[in-house]
């Protein structure tokens, strides 16, 4: 192991124990009027660069948070990496060498320190390594590296009289920045590195130019009096097993905090903690210049709203707040959201793997995996809550976060905590740069690739730093060592026994994402997978791992998606090469398309894109209500969960996606949302066997189970209604609809089969709508299916949402598998996002539908609603 310093894990480990950061106090960002210049025209030193004399007049508008390549593009000198192949018209950074995109950042603010004021600068991310200079002086005493190791300094001493400040950093890339010779990875050497890896390349995404050089997180200035209270820790034990909405037994909440004296005298003063109304606190003393861990007594909450994972009740949030106190003035404070709940884990010997569980109940989990929110780090709140929110309108309960990308961000889980999606954290671990594998196209062979990163400490530091920024979020469930691999012994030995029990000590940590200790791999091969398109009877037939942390499948867009980065010439329809995952097409190849096989052919030979992306989302749709489906009908029988391998793009791919890079979904989301379902009713493609689910924790009594089929004409035949009874958490077969199905036609044309779950007030708690091909396996009946009549009429019923009443007469077809859309009335442009009760919906003759569209971030609302159906041609409706 190559050691960068000469410093011992166990040192790195104190050091996180009692110094690190955390944002507090009065704050203000810095993120506008930054200016930046290349290495290469810059001759002058940090300290001359930092005063605020030195001329800016040839510098350029940067991007802070951000980074070059956002930079450049934001200064129109590079195109948009994420259309065509221009990313391919970029300079890649091995080619160039480092200097390239080595930069200079500069930004100039106004802060003066008041009496008994202390002013500290944080950075809450560079990558990769950095000076710091401020008015003339340089901030940092050691040179600072490492992506993920956030920084703080006292800047008290250095702010100018007259509050006219010049911040001016260097920022430098990763070292090695790795070969993007099209492995996962590219040749693997950016694992060196502590920093993510998708940056070389991997099979969804093409290699970014600048590796990500630049001040990518937020720069902030915090003001606070003598002491600086950072860190805070809350950990919330909620002890039995618990129903939401009722009446709580008490919860029990510990809270600690790491409190700094910057004064060169001693202090004493109180620690305080308030929440719900109740408080606790501690007189404390601290020694000059010193920093010291402060643990205060336990706080009993008597009654307590909990926090629960998405379909199984509230995400209660309560705001803590924690405050120093000298002489009975405040010195600093902060707010803390907590969600109080308690996660367990159970190993279940019959399915050989474990079962997670919030507040006593255990959880059967339909996860997705995350890699990031956008490959060039352009994360904003908006975004965050939008991709979260979908998460959760797909009835997902928990997103991994893939040991390639980052520690996620603060926003990120701010979103999970408010819309209930567990968490899995991987720290920066792949078995593929990592060295689980032998690999022809990495640098070094496997036992080398062992022991990345070179600077295992460093490893170590930026990891404890990470727990403490993110570890009171209700939302994080489980700490994961790494994507496929564990880390070296010595880390995993420092995570486990150090970082996690001193810093942590209340959750789950798996070594490795496929690790027996998850999911005991009886079947062979890796634990994980497959990733590619898959008949709908595989989900229910086959048995595979019993928690499965990567299974997936295809993703793509509709025609409006994929003409928002296909070139005119490039919209073809894709023909994918013998044995090889490439297609005719280059671009499609180029964003790392993944073939359908044969799926699209019982539909009808595609004629054209449009025509082939309008079919493929039959596919989707199929794919991903089949797969959550299959796994649901084993529930503690054969699983404890499975996790989607992904449900988003960091880029414009054609795989992979339950939506796309512009936010804008696809069929996949609505087919996952439908199989994801809390309470779901459901039909075996293979047996034809009706099944119904209770994910929730009380047994529903007198559900009603319609079930009726449709010829393609739209003629109904009624097959049975039936009361239905059904335990908490488990899943029970019902009855067989084979034989109803054929007599509606089924053998020649294909049919339709409607489920409904209803109340006693017949209220529809689950529908779901399944068409079958004929006895060959072939659509007939849909290619030759007669054209809807569908009604549609829409109207803005508040600020920002639209509803859209759709109707069907007796005498018609079904209106099969209708998309809608929110346009902007003047250009018809899709308005972005858009989030859909349901969609991509069907309506029986006779039937009606509400769909509910909600555009949050939306400007105005001159809009009309765009609707297109199998058997609709596309029209535009007014909102009145």
Not at 165 to 183: C, E, F, Q
Request: charged letters at 20%.
């Amino acid at each position: 192991m190559n050691l960068v310093h000469s410093r011992k894990i166990v040192l790195f480990l104190i050091f996180c124990l009692f110094v690190s950061v955390v944002w507090a106090g009065p704050v203000t960002e810095l993120s506008n009027n930054w200016k930046c210049a290349p290495i290469a025209q810059v001759k002058a030193s940090g300290e001359k660069v930092s005063q605020p004399g030195f001329s800016l007049s040839k510098w350029k508008p940067a991007v802070v948070p951000g980074t070059v390549l956002t930079t450049l593009l934001e200064n129109k000198e590079v195109p948009d990496p994420f259309y065509g192949m221009n990313n391919e018209k970029i300079q890649d950074i091995y080619e160039t060498g480092r200097d390239h995109y080595t930069y200079w950042f500069v930004n100039d603010f106004r802060k003066k320190a008041a009496s008994g004021e202390q002013v500290w600068l944080h950075f809450r991310g560079v990558n990769y390594s950095c000076d710091v200079f401020l008015n003339g002086k340089k901030v940092n005493d050691e040179w600072h590296y490492g992506m993920f190791l956030r920084q703080v300094y006292n800047i008290t001493e250095l702010l100018a009289a007259d509050g006219n400040n010049r911040l001016a950093v260097v920022v430098y890339p990763v070292d090695p920045v790795g070969n993007p010779n099209g492995g996962q990875g590219g040749d693997g050497v950016i694992a060196r590195n502590v920093s993510h890896q998708y940056v070389a390349g991997w099979d969804w995404i093409q290699p970014i130019r600048d590796r990500n050089t630049g001040i990518w997180d937020k720069v902030t200035i915090e003001t606070t009096q003598s002491v600086n209270l950072q860190n805070p820790h809350v950990v919330t034990s909620v002890p039995g097993v618990r129903l939401p909405g009722k009446n709580q037994d008490p919860a029990i909440i510990q809270t600690s905090a790491e409190l700094v004296n910057a004064e060169g005298q001693s202090v004493t003063g109180k620690l305080i903690v308030e929440i719900g109304g109740k408080s606790v606190e501690l007189e404390v003393t601290l020694d000059a210049n010193s920093t010291k861990v402060v643990n205060l007594p336990e706080l009993v909450f008597q009654n307590p709203k909990l926090w629960w994972p998405a379909g199984y009740g509230d995400q209660n949030l309560y705001s803590l707040t924690m405050k120093f106190m000298v002489d009975g003035k405040l010195s600093d404070e902060e707010q803390i959201t907590v969600g109080i709940r308690e996660i367990q884990r159970k190993w279940n010997e019959h399915t050989r793997s474990m079962q997670l569980a919030v507040n006593g109940q255990k959880i059967f989990i339909k996860g997705g995996n995350w890699i990031i929110s956008d490959a060039m780090l352009r994360f904003t709140p908006e975004r965050y809550d939008a991709e979260i929110r979908y998460h959760r309108d797909m009835n997902l309960n928990l997103i991994r976060i893939w040991g390639g990308a980052l520690p996620e961000r603060p926003e990120f889980y701010d979103a999970c905590n408010k819309y209930g999606l567990l968490v899995i954290q991987d720290f920066w671990m792949s078995g593929d740069c990592n060295g689980r594998w032998v690999d022809p196209k990495k640098k070094d062979d496997q036992w080398t690739r062992r022991q990345y990163p070179d600077d295992h400490n460093l490893f170590v530091e930026s990891a404890a730093d990470m727990v403490k920024m993110i570890r009171n979020n209700p939302s994080l469930a489980v700490w994961c060592g790494g994507n496929e691999i564990a880390p070296p012994q010595d880390i995993l030995d420092a995570l486990r026994d150090s970082v996690l029990a001193k810093l942590d000590g209340t959750r789950w940590f798996i070594s490795y994402s496929n690790s027996d200790s998850m999911s005991y791999n009886f079947l062979g091969g890796n634990g994980d997978g497959p990733y590619g398109i898959q008949p709908d009877s595989i989900f229910w037939q086959h048995r595979t791992w019993p928690f499965n942390s990567e299974v997936g499948s295809v993703g793509v867009g509709d025609a409006v998606s994929l003409r928002r980065f296909l070139p005119k010439e490039n919209e073809v329809v894709p023909v994918e090469k013998p044995h090889s995952e490439a297609v005719t097409d280059d671009v499609w190849t180029y964003h790392k398309y993944i073939g359908y096989g044969k799926s699209i052919e019982p539909y009808g030979q595609a004629t054209d894109m449009e025509d082939f992306a309008r079919k493929a989302q039959l596919v989707n749709y199929n794919q991903y209500r089949a797969l959550m489906e299959g796994f649901s009908s084993h529930m503690w029988d054969w699983y404890t969960g499975s996790i989607i391998w992904k449900t988003q793009n960091t880029w414009t791919a054609l795989r992979g996606q339950m939506y796309d890079y512009y936010l804008d979904p696809n069929a996949c989301l609505y087919g996952l949302r439908n199989g994801s379902e809390p309470l779901h009713v459901m039909c075996n493609p293979v047996t034809k066997m009706v099944s119904v689910v209770n994910n929730g924790f009380t047994e529903q009594n007198d559900l009603m189970l319609v079930a009726k089929a449709y010829d393609m004409k739209g003629n109904e035949n009624f097959i049975t209604q039936v009361i239905v009874y059904i335990n908490p958490s488990s899943t029970k077969p019902i009855m067989s609809v084979a034989g109803s199905l054929k007599q509606a036609g089924g053998d020649t044309d294909g049919s339709f089969l409607l489920l409904q779950l209803q109340n006693q007030k017949q209220e529809v708690l689950s529908e779901n709508l399944y068409w079958f091909p004929n006895a060959a396996g072939v659509y007939s009946g849909l290619q030759a299916m007669p054209a809807s009549k569908l009604q549609v009429s829409a109207k803005i019923v508040e600020n920002n949402k639209v509803v859209v009443m759709l109707k069907n007469p007796e005498d018609a077809p079904v209106a099969f598998f209708n998309r809608l859309a929110v346009v902007d009335a003047e250009t018809l442009e899709r308005v972005l996002p858009v989030f859909a009760n349901d969609n991509y919906v069907s309506v029986v003759p006779g039937a009606e539908k509400t769909i509910e569209l909600e555009c949050p971030q939306a400007s105005g609302n001159n809009w009309k609603i765009s609707v297109e159906g199998w058997n609709f041609a596309n029209q535009y409706f007014p909102t009145n």
